[in-house]
């Protein structure tokens, strides 16, 4: 028997579901968000039904019968801190999606929707989540910021950059646990890795305050002018967007798609200086995860939607090829990555995590 399973993946600036046929791709769709539709909810939690009508209206177009899915599998959000495989979504991680333990993103919603659609089926089929943002290998030392009260903590592109690491181990023969890479997702977040023998010992918060600034996201910021923004009476909310959905090349130039920034950069100095500058600092931050594996990186990967651009990944190779080959995987591998988990555990070859 075949089985089929629905794979949502709810990000900063689209909605993307796909639907496979054990390994097969059937059905793929990535609903784009502008910063202006985005925008008009207050919270991440408050686009829950936005989010999830649009998902069932597109299923229906498409002749979709959500009767046949086995399995539906949400990209995981910002629950606790915990190892990376696939967890059955449960009371306790619906608790903390609802109120976020680890602060508020789009993927927080993956987990939602998939145990929504599962209850309105019966609970025929399940709901699961994979390699959430939230995955923690740190190395000790990468914890220190230079504060006690501020911890350096993990949320990164877990799932596209563990699915993107064994993608390439598997094309040069090896194991992903034998390699040392830096891995580099671009998309409405950026987040830069060193992936050392399987593990991520290091690497950039890409949600609200670290590394690159982001199509939508201000990165590190200077503290002494953040302090002084923190007093000048703009609301707590206003400032936590200037960090996340409103910084970043949406505070320079306005959109968030960098498709029609790099289409203006062509011919407009200023979108041409913005993107080059996202561009200069994800190169920095590339070169500071490749002296945390002390140089010895056996390549340098760029995924993520951004990794489409020609003109950013040849600005960011052109930078870093001294450290390491650069190896390109334009989009995400998310989708498939989401589906495997979940076929693998259909299959009784894989078993789901309790989240605790």
């Known amino acids: 028997m075949a089985y089929k399973i629905l ?6 600036t689209s909605t993307k579901i796909a639907i496979f046929e ?3 791709q059937i059905f793929v769709k990535t609903i784009r968000h502008s910063a202006e539709e985005i925008g008009s909810f207050p919270t991440i939690a408050s686009q829950f039904s936005y989010r999830k009508d649009i998902i069932l209206s597109t299923l229906k177009e498409a002749g979709i019968s959500l009767s046949d899915i086995h399995a539906i599998v949400g990209r995981g959000g910002l629950i606790k801190p915990i190892e990376s495989g696939i967890y059955e979504v449960n009371a306790e991680m619906i608790r903390d999606l609802k109120v ?17 659609i599962a209850q309105s089926l019966g609970n025929r089929a399940k709901a699961y989540i994979a390699d959430p943002v939230v995955v923690d290998e740190l ?5 220190l910021s230079g504060h006690p009260l501020l911890p350096r903590v993990s949320i990164f592109h877990a799932l596209n950059q563990k699915a993107i690491a064994r993608t390439y181990a598997a094309e040069v023969g090896k194991k992903y646990e034998d390699l040392n890479l830096v891995i580099a997702h671009m998309g409405g977040g950026v987040s830069v890795s060193a992936h050392c023998q399987g593990k991520v010992v290091d690497t950039n918060n890409a949600l609200d305050g670290d590394g690159p600034f982001s199509p939508e996201r201000s990165g590190g910021l200077p503290t002494g002018g953040l302090v002084e923004l923190c007093y000048s009476g703009k609301p707590k909310g206003e400032i936590k967007k200037i960090l996340k959905g409103e910084g970043g090349v949406v505070a320079y130039l306005g959109p968030n798609d960098m498709r ?7 011919s407009d100095p200023r979108y041409a200086q913005i993107q080059e500058g996202m561009c200069y600092q994800i190169a920095k931050e590339i070169g500071s995860m490749a002296a945390v594996l002390k140089g010895k990186v056996d390549a340098i990967l760029l995924t993520g939607g951004i990794a489409y651009g020609k003109p950013i990944t040849d600005y960011i190779t052109d930078m870093v090829h001294f450290i390491a080959p650069v190896k390109i995987y334009p989009g995400e591998d998310e989708m498939r990555a989401l589906a495997l988990n979940g076929l693998m555990v259909l299959k009784g070859q894989l078993q789901p995590k309790i989240y605790k």
């Open 22 to 24: 054990d390994d097969q």
């Open 7 to 12: 794979a949502i993946n709810p990000g900063s």
């Open 139 to 143: 190395q000790p030392l990468a914890r």
């Open 100 to 116: 976020p333990v680890m602060g508020e993103h789009a993927s927080n919603l993956g987990g939602l929707i998939a145990q929504d």
């Open 260 to 266: 029609m920034v790099e289409e203006k950069a062509a």
